[in-house]
């Protein structure tokens, strides 16, 4: 904003844009090639077989599992968290604080470590489905989304709530019509968060899916290896196209939103 | 003290409560099985066969284990330069310097390269490390473009520099976070200080050194925090690409923890180094929060 964006800056942009997405090369170049041999060339034959091959057999039910493990996550994690975040926000408990940055601290136990508990209790209360696998990674989300929610909620005035309630609004009207459409932004970035992360988790349902109809699509895609005899690159490469485009949509979906949701990441506890 | 005098809370504390309730019962469950990882690993534990029905407590046997045999230093000694390396100077400070030049650019530059950054982070961690592996090994575009054309034999450089690799891959994959948060950042200084300071005769490095980096401070401190805390236990993409090879290249505490909890079937010992990855993090945190705190 100060000075007109010079050439060289521009250029040297351009640059690493390029540099960012060439490992991309690998991935576009095989998927669509139809005789596909994992390496690096220019495709003598070009054709979307690979993705018909990736749609059919399991991968469609993957994909719904995939969507119902990463929506329900975020949904769940959202709406527990923001039930939760307001009264934080608001009521002076004493040493909410320290309780929400004790919770954070608590989760930088690597969570290969919390797997055994976990896995042990999902298993005597006979959930070690895609539920179980829901309720497991809302439970680790929970600290972030709770100080992120916290903080988001911190940063819309008391004085308009104070006006609703007395133009005679009610608790849940204030919450529906004033908070959260003032957090909106951050409210998005934290689903966004919890649907990428759940989306993207490969430990947790690998070991509480047992069966092949409950993988989601990073269990699949680490299954394809063993199951193809001779690793089909074609159908790996379209397969991870696949796995990779919701978030991505996802994003695009949200993305004004992003950089005003992040303001609020850096925000003291 | 404002909230006394805010009757729509006052008057709905039952309802509050009750809206806090499901979070606490799933903290509550959240500690209990944090406090069962802490039980572990004071015990022999394993995944299967004998001991993993009659377990015994052993006591400190498994802490002593982690100093007294091979793979724990090591392993902290490679997590140590992967996080120092790939997150605090590749994405922390690559981060900041895109968020500066970004800003004074046009926004069609600024979307593109926005984007591009993005695909990285957005890509699932598996994906990701097909993507590596495939651009460093004998055939990848690496050799193809810079090191086959100039007449030199292919290089393998997921095994021969497979530490540098990894870490590069995870700058690629994690620069966006810092990026956007720090892009954040800069937006909540007001640009009237910044102006000041260009009429005080402030060169552009001098502003964003001594204006804008000291008002950003706590963004940087929140950034490390997260980022240290989560490339410390990152790990699926190293995993993935290199399994913790060749040897134990690129076995960071991550990769440790999970060969020795699930490969091995050692989980007492695998709880004892995850409690042990728990404390180093949690002393890193309290630097950081103390760098929050305020200054001098």
């Known amino acids: 904003m100060d000075q007109g964006p010079s050439r060289l800056t521009a250029i040297a942009l351009a640059f690493m844009a390029v540099i960012w997405v060439s490992p991309f090369s690998w991935l576009i170049l095989n998927a669509f090639n139809p005789l596909s041999t994992g390496q690096l060339e220019i495709p003598r034959a070009f054709g979307l077989d690979n993705f018909a091959m990736a749609v059919s057999g399991n991968a469609g039910r993957q994909f719904l599992n995939s969507m119902l493990i990463a929506a329900g996550t975020a949904t769940l994690s959202v709406v527990v968290g923001i039930s939760a975040a307001y009264p934080l926000s608001r009521l002076r408990i004493p040493g909410r604080n320290a309780f929400l940055w004790t919770l954070v601290l608590l989760r930088m136990l690597p969570s290969a470590g919390v797997l055994v508990p976990l896995y042990f209790a999902a298993q005597r209360s006979g959930l070690l489905n895609q539920l179980g696998v829901i309720i497991a990674l809302t439970i680790l989300n929970l600290p972030f989304t709770l100080l992120l929610l916290k903080n988001f909620f911190d940063t819309v005035p008391i004085e308009l709530e104070e006006a609703a309630y007395v133009e005679g609004a009610s608790l849940l009207q204030i919450i529906t019509r004033i908070v959260l459409p003032m957090s909106k932004a951050g409210i998005a970035v934290v689903w966004f968060f919890s649907f990428t992360g759940a989306w993207n988790e490969f430990l947790l349902p690998l070991i509480f899916a047992r069966v092949q109809d409950a993988f989601p699509m990073s269990v699949g895609l680490y299954a394809a290896f063993g199951t193809q005899g001779a690793i089909n690159y074609g159908f790996l490469t379209a397969f991870s196209i696949l796995y990779a485009a919701p978030a991505v949509g996802v994003y695009f979906l949200l993305r004004r939103n992003m950089n005003t949701g992040f303001a609020g990441v850096g925000v003291k506890g | ?296």
């Open chain 2, 1 to 296: 003290m404002k909230n006394q005098a805010n009757p729509w809370l006052t008057s709905n504390l039952l309802v509050l409560g009750l809206g806090m309730l499901p979070a606490l019962l799933l903290i509550g469950a959240l500690l209990y099985f944090t406090a069962w990882a802490f039980a572990f690993s004071f015990t022999d534990l394993a995944l299967v066969g004998r001991k993993s029905v009659e377990w015994s407590w052993v006591g400190l046997q498994n802490f002593e284990r982690l100093f007294t045999r091979r793979g724990f230093l090591e392993s902290l000694w490679t997590t140590v330069v992967f996080v120092f390396f790939s997150a605090i100077v590749g994405q922390s400070v690559l981060g900041f310097l895109l968020a500066v030049v970004l800003r004074g650019t046009q926004s069609t530059i600024r979307s593109v390269v926005e984007v591009c950054i993005m695909l990285g982070w957005l890509l699932p961690d598996i994906v990701a490390a097909f993507l590596w592996s495939a651009t460093t090994n004998q055939t990848g575009l690496i050799n193809q473009l810079f090191v086959v054309p100039f007449g030199f034999p292919p290089i393998n450089f997921i095994n021969e520099y497979a530490l540098p690799i990894v870490t590069i891959a995870n700058v690629w994959k994690g620069t966006a976070w810092s990026y956007l948060l720090f892009s954040a950042a800069l937006d909540s200084v007001s640009r009237e200080v910044v102006e000041a300071a260009k009429v005080d005769g402030a060169t552009p490095l001098q502003r964003i050194w001594l204006v804008q980096l000291p008002i950003i401070r706590p963004h940087i401190a929140t950034n490390m925090l997260f980022i240290t805390i989560w490339t410390f236990t990152y790990f699926p993409l190293i995993y993935a690409m290199t399994g913790g090879g060749p040897g134990t290249a690129t076995q960071t505490l991550a990769v440790f923890l999970y060969n020795q909890s699930f490969s091995r079937g050692n989980l007492g010992f695998g709880s004892a180094i995850s409690v042990a990855m728990l404390l180093i993090v949690g002393l890193l945190s309290l630097v950081y929060l103390r760098m929050l705190r305020e200054p001098k």
